[in-house]
């Protein structure tokens, strides 16, 4: 598609945020006013539309995505989104642990202990940690304190907490990754110690490389994402 904009513009409205292209507001790719909850949110949104050339890239609109999802999709169907992310709760990969024996077993404890011990604490639960091939389910009382706490979020940030938390394959690892001083790089490396360490071994693929380093950065968006929308 040819650009067919020059100028990008945004508004705060009595609702939030908005950007417009020649005056017009925008709208979800659903049909529905793109009202976005923060000024540093709109900012990037605009910058999307202002850094295309002459022919616009869908691939460059992250954020777009991201803001349409929370507002089409999120905002209209959270019950079942939550139970979603409940159910990295029962299998995260930070839960389940190599036989203690092993080295690995002392560098999952190195790296992933300290950030279950966080989730733990602030969140009031306590989660299983599992070695063997043996499934233990989360107590009632686990996935009740962690449905309260995923039912009191806004859609975008749980449009973020969807996104890191699948790519991680770790609850653990996305409810950190809402932290103000969170640090994405180290959590991403965390999500893929067993990877990482059977890469050591083995080696590394390249165009396993690439699929990685394309994760990475949806994982490290998705975190950028959540603290433009909940700045100020």
Sequence with gaps: MKRFYKDVSTAKTDLGWTVSLDGRPIKTQGGQPQVVPSEALAEKLAAEWSGQGETIDPAAFRFRDMSDYALDVVARGRDSLVEKLLGYAETDTLCFRADPEEALYRRQQEIWEPILEGVEAREGVKLHRISGILHRPQTEDTRARLAARLEGLDPFTLTALEQVTSLAASLCIGLEAL??????????????????????????????????????????????????????
């Design 179 to 232: 932290q103000p001083d969170a640090d994405g790089a180290a959590l991403w490396n965390a999500a893929n110690l067993e990877e990482d360490w059977q890469a050591d071994l083995w080696g590394r693929d390249e165009e396993a490389e690439e699929r990685r380093a394309k994760r990475k950065g949806d994982f490290l968006a998705a975190m950028e994402f959540h603290r433009a929308a909940t700045a100020g």
